[in-house]
């Protein structure tokens, strides 16, 4: 059933939004602590996941526009789980179901989205205090798994040695 494999996928989904979580809450950890030495390999971690969930998300986008037409929805795009929660058959348990998975993306992107912000929040007091004690950093950079520069969306790594 498209449900089914729906409801596993979107299992996934908060499954790497937990991941995601924990991999913020380790860089705080990390920025908190002074030890910018492991904030590289934790911020490509950050993408590695940022890259899953984009894949996972193209999957569920995929099943929710098959399940949408199963159950007689129609949409010019995919459709956002509200929409499928409304179209679930009220003789089975998809509403519910997709309402629990609804529920708890939500508030895990809330918690990630809060923690990222506060994360960055650190990296720039982190960087400011650097220049406050006469140490010239150059701007914080990010880099990919491959140690190359990266554009920062995210996480930022803190060139401590100037």
């Known amino acids: 059933m498209q449900a089914e494999e729906l409801s596993n996928e979107l299992w996934r989904e908060r499954g790497i939004l937990e991941n995601l979580l924990y991999k913020f809450t380790t860089q705080r950890l990390l920025v908190t602590n002074g030890e910018s ?3 590289g390999r934790c911020t490509a971690e950050i993408d590695a996941l940022k890259n899953q969930l984009s894949t996972t998300q193209l999957t569920v986008d995929v099943l929710s526009a098959a399940v949408a037409e199963q159950w007689g929805l129609t949409t010019e795009s995919s459709p956002t ?3 499928l929660m409304a179209a679930a058959p009220q003789d089975g348990p998809w509403g ?16 990630i989205r809060s923690l990222s ?3 960055q929040r650190f990296l720039r007091a982190a960087n400011i ?25 995210g996480a930022a ?3 401590r040695q100037g």
């Open 37 to 39: 030495r492991w904030l």
């Open 81 to 83: 789980l509200r929409e």
């Open 96 to 111: 519910g179901i997709l309402r629990d998975h609804h529920g708890a993306i939500l508030r895990l992107a809330d918690e």
């Open 117 to 119: 912000e506060e994360n």
């Open 129 to 153: 205090s650097l220049q406050e004690a006469g140490q010239q950093p150059s701007a914080p950079v990010a880099y990919t798994a491959a140690g190359s520069p990266a554009p920062t969306s």
């Open 157 to 159: 790594l803190v060139d």
